[in-house]
T-cell receptor, first 117, second 111 residues
Framework: EAGVAQSPRYKIIEKRQSVAFWCNPI?????LYWYQQILGQGPKLLIQFQNNGVVDDSQLPKDRFSAERLKGVDSTLKIQPAKLEDSAVYLC???????????????FGEGSRLTVL | GNSVTQMEGPVTLSEEAFLTINCTYT??????LFWYVQYPGEGLQLLLKATKADDKGSNKGFEATYRKETTSFHLEKGSVQVSDSAVYFC??????????FGAGTILRVKS
């Protein structure tokens, strides 16, 4: 099966500019997560979707970050305006229902690396 | 809250050496535990998992045993290869099926 697709792979912007990342999950996977991975740290959850509804966005800096998952398939993560400390890799992960649901196994995309100058 | 602590890297080993990467966790109850691996230029992928105390997860020659007495899930491999060079992340499954990750440990294997 095709994996989780993310784009762009790399993005360089100046502070106060805006940026958007896109994620296409594995077909049929209802749960989608966005993680932020700062250099030298483990991934940290930003937001979790179940279909097109938000399950948990408690760690999302809502003054500058937004995310949506229209139609419960693709998702976009936006940052506006960007700050220097937003430089990180943004990872999209998904898992589906059925026998694997609840095992905690997530399938990750390759990530989108953001550099804010 | 839930958290995971991993040994700091980088860990540099010669080919065929024995590998141990330490991982301890803090959590309410008995969460499922995971090791994920990130090879250069690739996304995170599941290496192995254990869902209850004393379970041993294994894959590709790697093993880890869920020890509730010491709240640990150390990763081991008897003989590493150059192709094992990667970043290894220990993680636990928190409420709502969310993963909490450690900081990651870089492994470099020299031929």
């Amino acid at each position: 099966e095709a994996g989780v697709a993310q784009s762009p792979r790399y993005k360089i912007i100046e502070k106060r500019q805006s940026v958007a990342f896109w994620c296409n999950p594995i077909s049929g996977h209802a749960t989608l997560y966005w993680y932020q991975q700062i250099l030298g740290q483990g991934p940290k959850l930003l937001i979790q979707f179940q279909n097109n509804g938000v399950v948990d966005d408690s760690q999302l800096p809502k003054d500058r970050f937004s995310a949506e998952r229209l139609k419960g398939v693709d998702s976009t993560l936006k940052i506006q305006p960007a700050k220097l400390e937003d430089s990180a890799v943004y990872l999209c992960a998904t898992h589906g229902q059925g026998h694997r649901y609840g095992t905690g196994e997530l399938f990750f995309g390759e990530g989108s690396r953001l550099t804010v100058l | 809250g839930n958290s995971v602590t991993q040994m700091e890297g980088p860990v540099t080993l010669s080919e065929e050496a024995f590998l141990t990467i330490n991982c301890t966790y803090t959590a309410t109850g008995y969460p499922s535990l995971f090791w994920y691996v990130q090879y250069p230029g690739e996304g995170l992928q599941l290496l192995l998992k254990a869902t209850k105390a004393d379970d041993k997860g294994s894959n590709k020659g790697f093993e880890a045993t869920y020890r509730k007495e010491t709240t640990s899930f150390h990763l081991e491999k008897g003989s590493v290869q150059v192709s094992d060079s990667a970043v290894y992340f220990c993680a636990l499954r928190s409420y709502g099926n969310k993963l909490v990750f450690g900081a990651g440990t870089i492994l470099r294997v020299k031929s």
